[in-house]
């Protein structure tokens, strides 16, 4: 089953397509600035950013996960996705990413919480959560200004290459 097409006022938010592996691989898999703070890369290769779009789309359809593409003016600038949904507690994590072209124009704030209202007020889920690595400032804001409160930090939890970052959690309630 398809996953709602979503609207601000600036950008559209539409369901992950196969289309999108190529300039997500383009885009964050081969620059490095865009894994700075995750220690992880699912665009590495076109390969793999293939095979990541396709997992998307199909716990997409499974109703497991809500994978959007967020486009301002037809042009893809990043992705929101809610994943790991635990229909027992209503607990759904959240990520969020911008090119690093679009960085500053506050995609990120805009996309999370268009997702966030949807996942809250039409979804039903009742705790969405996030971390950032504690020096990401550009992800810590736009947690923030979505509304989403920090609740824990982990300490020296998120380790990327040779740097170790402390993982600061946050959660949105409804």
């Known amino acids: 089953m398809p996953i709602a097409q979503l609207r601000t006022r600036r950008l559209t938010l539409r369901q992950i397509c196969a289309e999108d592996a ?4 383009e885009q964050f898999g ?3 600035q ?3 703070y995750t220690g992880w890369n699912p665009y590495a290769t076109l390969e793999q950013a293939r095979a990541t779009v396709q997992t998307q789309v199909e716990e997409c359809e499974s109703g497991l996960s809500y994978c959007w593409a967020v486009e301002t003016d037809d042009e893809l600038v990043g992705t929101v996705s809610a994943y790991e949904l635990d229909p027992a507690q209503s607990k759904i994590e ?3 990413s911008i090119i690093r072209s679009a960085w500053g124009r506050g995609f990120a704030t805009e996309a999370l919480a ?7 007020e039409q979804e039903g889920i009742r705790h969405i959560v996030a971390w950032a690595a504690s020096e ?3 992800s810590l804001k736009a947690l923030t ?3 989403m409160q920090q609740t824990s930090v982990e300490k020296n939890a998120l380790r990327v ?7 600061v959690w946050f959660e949105y309630q409804r």
């Open 22 to 25: 190529p300039f997500l691989h």
């Open 30 to 32: 081969l620059d490095d």
């Open 34 to 36: 865009m894994h700075t």
């Open 94 to 96: 959240v990520g969020v």
């Open 114 to 120: 268009c997702a966030l209202a949807y996942l809250a």
């Open 136 to 138: 990401n400032i550009g």
């Open 145 to 147: 200004k979505t509304g």
């Open 161 to 167: 290459g040779d740097q170790t970052f402390d993982k």
